[in-house]
């Protein structure tokens, strides 16, 4: 079952509360929520006290993707303001090893996320530990980027290496995703898709109920996952 992940990096933090139960009643399967410190990424953006704010608004799984040097300092402290699954960089943990079985051990999902250009032997000795992993499809650090084309090469590699491993791995794709190019990254290989500015600019409810029809659409057809 192919799933939409709305980056909520992209929505009117004055009704924040309200856009997320929007997405959820158009049926938006996880929140994104990205965590960025300035230093790992150019940007700063929301924390835990925002992201415990909207928990109770929705059922929807928390989908935490910390752009942050160091994660571990800070898994305990996110899986406590609500997520279900966290996310850190390969390229941002000194010890990647140690940060996914902190995250195991507080009873989250885990996902690593790889930079465009870091390529997928980084993830060879960790990766039957993995419940995701996220390939950037955009330099991270900013909403509303393009998409970066030899990604979807990317995608379609991880996908063959998860599938002869016969591992239960989501695969997810974050950065530039449209209704143009979804198709595209779905055939790649993905199960997962992050859309921001695609979903919360215009009519939250029309582009998110676009979305899925989309995903319904193709799944009737293709091979589950």
């Not at 009704?15 to 960025?36: F, N, S, W």
């Not at 330099?139 to 090469?153: A, D, R, S, V, W």
């Not at 055939?187 to 319904?216: H, P, Q, R, Y």
């Amino acid at each position: 079952m192919y799933k939409l992940a709305p980056s909520i990096l992209a929505a009117d933090f004055s009704k924040l509360g309200e856009e997320v139960m929007t997405i959820e009643k158009a049926g938006a399967d996880y929140i994104h929520i990205d965590i960025m410190d300035g230093a790992f990424v150019p940007s700063i953006s929301i924390g835990m006290p925002i992201m415990k704010s909207i928990r109770d608004k929705t059922k929807c799984i928390f989908d935490a993707h910390l752009m942050i040097n160091e994660p571990i300092r800070y898994v305990q402290d996110v899986y406590e303001a609500g997520a279900d699954i966290i996310t850190v960089h390969a390229e941002s943990c000194n010890h990647l090893d140690r940060t996914i079985k902190r995250i195991k051990e507080l009873g989250a999902k885990v996902g690593v996320a790889l930079n465009p250009a870091t390529p997928l032997n980084v993830l060879d000795y960790v990766l039957d530990e993995l419940d995701m992993v996220v390939i950037m499809s955009v330099n991270p650090g900013f909403g509303g980027q393009k998409f970066i084309p030899y990604t979807l090469e990317k995608t379609k590699q991880l996908r063959e290496i998860i599938d002869k491993k016969k591992l239960s791995i989501e695969i997810e794709v974050d950065g530039g995703i449209t209704l143009e190019n979804v198709a595209q990254v779905m055939e790649a290989g993905a199960d997962v898709f992050v859309a921001g500015s695609a979903i919360f600019t215009g009519d939250i409810l029309e582009n998110t109920v676009a979305f899925k029809e989309v995903l319904s659409h193709v799944s009737k057809g293709a091979k589950s996952r």
